[in-house]
């Protein structure tokens, strides 16, 4: 049985994929982890791990083609496209925007005479890339390691494309069929579409937020995103101390309640953080005695106390 674990949280960089590096790091140390950087519009995991992307594989979605001599020029397919992706020229013919079709098929349903056919574009690629122990442990083996050092999965959205999902779904595939026993996700900020995506199936999620109003207008909205998806929240403070003020620790407090979610980490400001950020490498890996490595390790800790209590296949 395979648990899947969330780390989602807010636009601006709320230091979302910080939490994910250095919990992963932490929990592989324990266990068979794979990390999927699930961010395709803005992957920076490996950066912060200080690793560079391997195995890369494409992403295709169908794009479709008109066999010209077949088509009468009816303009059903443009009529269906609901992405506007095919235009009708001024002679009447109609020509795909490749950019703009997701894919969906619906124009060779309509097409009477069959003209369309079946193509395929890229939108992005998935990466396989092995990140090995920096410290304790040794190096694990297999897909998912253990005993230190992960597989990291990461999606990346080709320059230009606007479809992530299909990219986010791709990545999470690869990465969940090489996790035998923990899968953690690391979504795009927001609450898009395909943070839902990145989220369902998840046993819990981190959602990292800020102590400022817009931290806390984002974190409003994803608690209401995994409230609907049924799957618990945990809120990670970040940059606790900056503009953090007794209001906004109640205001933080009040908003988890409503959304039947726990405050489970405050992680202060500390230049270290951003010094070993820089570095690419994670702060529990640099700095084992530090403060902040102290309050990740009980995070862990207790995540895999969770996971390990009730985990769920995805
Ligand atoms: S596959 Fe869908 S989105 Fe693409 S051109 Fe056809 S109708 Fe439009
Ligand atoms: S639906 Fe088929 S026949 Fe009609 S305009 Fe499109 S390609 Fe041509």
Known sequence: MRATIGVTGGKGGTGK?????NVATLISREADLVLADLDAEGANDHILLGASLENEEPVKIMLPFIRY???IKCSACANVCDTGAIMMTREKLPMILPRLCDGCRSCLFVCPTNAILEGQRIVGYTYQTRVPA???GGEGEGGGGGGGGFTLVTGVLREGEEHTPPVVIAAKRRAANLANDLLMVDTGAGTANHVAIALSGSRLAMAVTEPT????HDLELILRVLEELGVEAWVIVNRWGIGSSD???GRIEEVARSHRATVKA???????VVDAYVKGVPIVSAMPDHEVTGIFSSLARELLEVVRGRPEAM
């Open 17 to 21: 994929s910080m939490v994910a590096v």
């Open 69 to 71: 001599k077949d088509c």
């Open 134 to 136: 920096r410290d304790g």
């Open 213 to 216: 109003p817009l931290g806390l």
């Open 247 to 249: 209001a906004m620790v």
């Open 266 to 272: 405050r992680i202060p400001y500390s230049r270290d």
